[in-house]
């Protein structure tokens, strides 16, 4: 059964485009990225999966069951941050999450208390007098403290220093291990390829692809790099399949998509001092995808 199954789902807001026609779906113990500029359709498809929303057309199923129909007994099962996380400023950290904890049925004062624990957070402390990133611990540990079977993070690491950040990342994958599905929004490409093992890319309200980290990572591209003996006119370089092509003085890069052993060929044609020939970070991958689909 897939945690999340989402089929041509359309949200049309009156003045601007939200999503169209989105498709993918998530296997249960997955750790899926959502991946995509801001405004391109990240929010609207996770508050239409959260029944926060409606959707203009098209459906959503969470473990096999219709996302709006089953929305109350759904909602159990989740874990939510959102991008923004918005506190009746006067609670103490400790009342709030105590309140949240009291819609599930289990006592989850001790998972309370491990969650603030690993992520440093001072439960006595008034909502009020907390720091931004504060504030995003305390929406890490409401989402997490039922331990739901799948967890959905909107931008989940902006207000977290780097510690923070890893030691949520570790948490995350720890929770993944005892069975938690996570989907994870994000528009910084590093922490998606470090975390995820699919990623769902949007672009202005559409799905333009969905991979596995590691396909778009080596089947695609690679990069080169190269220090030739002598200066080497640029033209040189222009083929079939070579992108993002700099030439300064002797050093050379590109990205190469294509039969590796025609550029080799190439290459064989010139003095080479130094050649390597790497993985692009998916950075560079996602750009390029960008560039493609605006041709
Ligand atoms: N409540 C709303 N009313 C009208 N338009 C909206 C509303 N919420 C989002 N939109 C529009 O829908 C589109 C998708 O926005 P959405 O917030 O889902 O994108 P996102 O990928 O989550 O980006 P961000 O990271 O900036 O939140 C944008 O064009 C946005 O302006």
């Known amino acids: 059964m897939y945690a999340i199954e989402i089929n ?27 991946i995509g500029p801001n405004g391109a359709g990240k929010s609207t498809t996770i508050r239409t999966l959260l029944s926060l929303i409606y959707p203009t057309s098209g459906s959503a199923k969470i473990f096999g069951k219709d996302c709006i129909e089953f929305a109350p007994e759904i909602k159990k099962e989740i874990g939510y941050l959102p991008s923004e996380v918005f506190y009746y400023d006067n609670m103490k950290v400790i009342d709030l999450l105590k309140y949240s904890a009291s819609f599930y049925k289990k006592d989850c004062t001790k998972r309370i208390k491990e969650l603030a624990e690993i992520m440093d957070l001072d439960l006595t402390k008034k909502i009020d007098d907390l720091s931004l990133g504060n504030k995003k611990k305390v929406g890490i540990v409401q989402g997490l403290l039922h331990e739901p079977k799948l967890i959905i993070l909107d931008e989940p690491t902006s207000g ?3 510690l923070m950040q890893q030691r949520f990342f570790e948490l995350l994958e720890e929770e993944n291990k005892k069975g938690a599905t996570i989907l994870f929004s994000s528009h910084i490409l590093s922490e998606v390829q470090r975390l995820c093992n699919r ?6 309200g559409r799905v333009v692809t969905v991979e596995k980290i590691s396909t778009l990572k080596e089947n695609n591209y690679k990069r080169f790099k190269m220090e030739t003996a002598d200066i080497v006119d640029q033209n040189f370089f222009q083929m079939m399949g070579v992108n993002n092509l700099e030439v300064k003085g002797k050093e050379v890069s590109f990205l190469f998509k294509g039969n590796i052993n025609t550029v080799l060929r190439k290459l064989a044609e010139i003095d080479i001092r130094n050649l390597w020939i790497e993985e692009p970070d998916l950075e560079e991958i996602f750009m390029h995808y960008y560039e493609k689909e605006n041709e």
């Open 199 to 204: 990623v769902a890319i949007i672009k202005e």
């Open 8 to 34: 041509n789902l359309t949200k049309v807001y009156v003045n601007s485009r939200g999503i169209t026609d989105i498709s993918f779906s998530i296997e249960e113990g997955e750790i899926f990225g959502f």
């Open 160 to 162: 977290l220093d780097p």
